[in-house]
């Protein structure tokens, strides 16, 4: 597991940020744990913690990986989120997934940074949940029926989700979801766009900006995509295939 020491400098000013009370418990906390959340939060949305150390999925991802991609990337568009939304108070009742499904309705001078920035904090919330050490490699339940009819075998499936990701120009991400006509569907989004604003409910979803996988594979896209299977939660996915469905 990485053994992440914060200097002197470090601790003294996140300890000064915190309340006085019980102030050197959660300061340390915060600093020690691989998995903490953001200490604070200046508006309605805040840094979700990883479900697990940022060295659990390795070998597929590496820990310096995932430490700036969720400690940097992520929490950037949360930071960005919330000063978008500081215009718009009311909008911070709302729900995420509500604002990202009907963004026509977002005040239009903050649309584009909802758009974003909302959508890069709900796609990486949604990712990092989606994986887990040593996954299970196949789908399981009514999910691994509906791929098998949908694709014919789970294989093709996996062949077209790979294929589908590598033709992802730029930056953006492949999903597997359940459209309108509730049926499964392989899609993507560019940037941050979410298929919830098409009217999908995502099932699963992998990142394939550079960002989730330069330092381990460098231009090799097809590598990380291949390799990502041996980390997917099937289970999860199998949860959201059963509230998509609904």
Wanted: glycine fraction near 6%; proline fraction near 6%; avoid cysteine.
């Amino acid at each position: 597991m990485s053994d992440f020491r914060p200097s002197r400098r470090q601790f003294l000013a996140v300890l000064g940020s915190l309340p006085v009370v019980a102030a050197f418990g959660k300061a340390a906390e915060a600093l020690t744990s691989p998995t903490h959340q953001a200490l604070s939060s200046k508006g309605p949305y805040s840094l979700p913690a990883l479900p697990y150390p940022y060295d659990a999925l390795e070998p597929i991802i590496d820990a310096q990986t995932m430490r700036l991609h969720h400690d940097k990337h992520h929490a950037a568009y949360v930071d960005n989120l919330n000063k978008a939304l500081a215009q718009h108070p009311e909008l911070g009742r709302e729900g995420l997934e509500q604002l990202l499904r009907n963004l026509d309705k977002v005040p239009a001078d903050i649309r584009t940074a909802v758009q974003n920035h909302g959508g890069g904090h709900w796609n990486h919330t949604f990712f990092w949940e989606l994986m887990k050490p040593s996954g299970s490699r196949q789908p399981v339940g009514e999910l691994a029926e509906a791929i098998r009819a949908t694709f014919s075998s789970f294989e093709n499936f996996q062949s077209r989700f790979v294929e589908a990701g590598l033709k992802v120009f730029g930056s953006g991400w492949v999903w597997l979801v359940v459209n309108s006509q509730k049926r499964l569907e392989i899609l993507t989004t560019a940037n941050q766009d979410t298929p919830l604003a098409l009217g999908a409910y995502p099932i699963l979803g992998n990142d394939v900006w550079e960002h989730a996988y330069y330092l381990k594979y460098q231009n090799r896209r097809g590598d990380y995509l291949k390799a990502w299977w041996q980390v997917v939660n099937w289970d999860v996915a199998l949860e959201h295939y059963a509230r998509a469905r609904k």
